[in-house]
């Protein structure tokens, strides 16, 4: 799809531009061509590509744009729905999809396509050194010794329960250790001889009966609140990522007005204390800012080139300008992107 789509020679232009690590801005863009925008950009980059998103319901309808224009899965890093200000537990089936994220930005070597909130990436994660330490896969043949794996489990945050019946929970039964993962959305019967361990079977958490075996099991952290109040240093999901990242900002508006929203509510889940120590964070990154509207709506500009007439004009791609936002001064390339709306095509075509 992106091959025939590459044809266009403001899209060949702005792959140049990704290719040299150009700051980007691109204003009034809906869904679809975001999709088309981050997918091009993963391509060309190779890198990890990080959309942080100001609102939440945005997430949804950009899943299904992506399948157009990229055969890779798009991944969805959640925030925890609680608020900062708030002391109530995250939800352990969102634990567990963080945690399967964070696994896959540490184990796997291609490049990911994540789509996040502003407020899942101001969220604290423990360190990634942590996160290794407190991972555990174990497969039917391994002696791990019985009472480590019960000692590592309570190390990780699980509960121990008389009955392993809901995730973060593990019971203790003669020979077996029953677990529930939080990142998986079936429990676990471990059966031991001694520190030998046999097999390992899914069961179900209702009627406790062994369903099928299975050839291993992959256990991720437990209780990430509890995990995180015991740590004395903290990460963001940029500490994950690594510097061969790609951020879009998707609505430098709607990401203002997030932070701003986020920081009045106060609370210590954040990992960041303003939007100035978020931001020194990204420097390191590439990134392409999208604006919903004309940025001389959103900010003064200053001209760095002589060609702001024929950008207008539609005689040139890239027109170089700075504006302020989040209180500081951003130099970019702002890209006159080819794409138009149904009505702006019909509209087009009556006035030939």
Known sequence: MLKGLLR?????????ALHNQELILIEELW?????LVAALAQQT???????????????????????LFSDRPVIDFPSWETLPSESVPPSPDIVGE???????????????IILTSLQACLQKLIPPSVFQSLSLTLKPGQSPSFEHVIQQLLTMGYQRRPIASDKGEFAVRGGIIDLFPLSSPDPFRLEFWGDDLESIRIYDPIGQKSVRPVEQVDICPGDEMELLNQQTLHSSLFDYLGP???????DLL??????????????????????????DQLIPFQKILLTQRPI???????????????????????HDLSFE??????????WRHPFNTITGYLFAQEER
């Open 8 to 16: 266009s020679e403001r899209l060949l232009a702005l792959q140049q």
């Open 244 to 250: 061969q990242t790609l951020i879009i900002f998707d």
């Open 31 to 35: 869904n679809a061509p975001k999709a």
């Open 254 to 279: 709607a990401l203002e007005d997030r932070y701003a929203s986020l920081t009045s509510m106060g609370g210590k889940s954040k990992a960041f204390s303003s939007i100035e120590e978020f931001l």
């Open 325 to 334: 936002m989040f209180n500081r001064e951003w130099r970019v390339k702002r």
């Open 296 to 318: 001389e709506e959103l900010s003064d500009i200053q001209t760095h080139d002589s060609k702001g007439k024929s950008y207008y004009s539609q005689q040139t791609v890239f």
């Open 98 to 112: 963080r945690y399967q994220v964070l696994k896959k930005l540490l184990h796997s070597a291609e490049p990911h």
């Open 45 to 67: 980059t190779g890198k990890h590509n990080l959309i942080l998103t100001g609102a939440s319901q945005e997430e949804v309808r950009l899943f299904h744009d992506f399948a």
